[in-house]
């Protein structure tokens, strides 16, 4: 059994945002923090695709998501925020799941595997729910890995 993606305890957590700008920031300090990457360098990338369009899914989710240098495999963060923030989603609603992830740069099919991955799992209406109801972050990490434990087997 082998997952599309990694995620770690620690890169998942509950913040209070006031931006969309402000939740990139955070998105690239915790995958900086947790994966040991550059936090200029994944907000840089994260930046340039939302200048393409945004990642805002719709349904209070967005998906920022980009390509870096020097990973080995897809790594993803999970934000929940204190409270909703507008960031040009396709339904115009603001979001409050966030759910950022960085590919190797050669990642054609693994990248889009796993943003496919992703969409599915906030489409589903019962855990999107239950995101935004759970307690604490080991709440939303066991949530969360159960669903991609579940999806890769």
């Given at each position: ?10 890169a ?8 969309k ?18 936090a ?12 393409l ?5 719709g349904r ?5 998501h ?42 054609g099919?693994?990248?889009?595997q ?16 239950a ?9 939303l ?13």
């Amino acid at each position: 059994m082998t997952t599309l993606y990694s995620l770690l305890p620690d890169a998942v957590a509950t913040i209070t945002a006031d931006s969309k700008q402000a939740i990139l920031e955070a998105l690239a300090e915790r995958f900086a923090r947790v994966y040991e990457l550059e936090a200029s360098e994944v907000l840089e990338r994260i930046e340039e695709r939302e200048k393409l369009g945004s990642t805002g899914f719709g349904r209070g989710v967005a998906i920022p998501h980009a390509r870096v240098p020097g990973l080995k495999r897809p790594v993803a963060v999970f934000l929940r925020l204190e409270n909703s923030v507008e960031f040009a989603a396709a339904d115009g609603m603001p979001v409050d799941l966030v759910f950022g992830l960085l590919s190797p740069e050669n990642a054609g099919a693994s990248h889009l595997q796993a943003l496919a991955a992703i969409s599915r799992m906030v489409r589903d209406e019962t855990l999107h729910a239950a995101l935004s109801d759970a307690k604490d972050k080991e709440a939303l990490f066991a949530l969360l890995t159960n669903v991609i434990d579940r999806d890769a087997a």
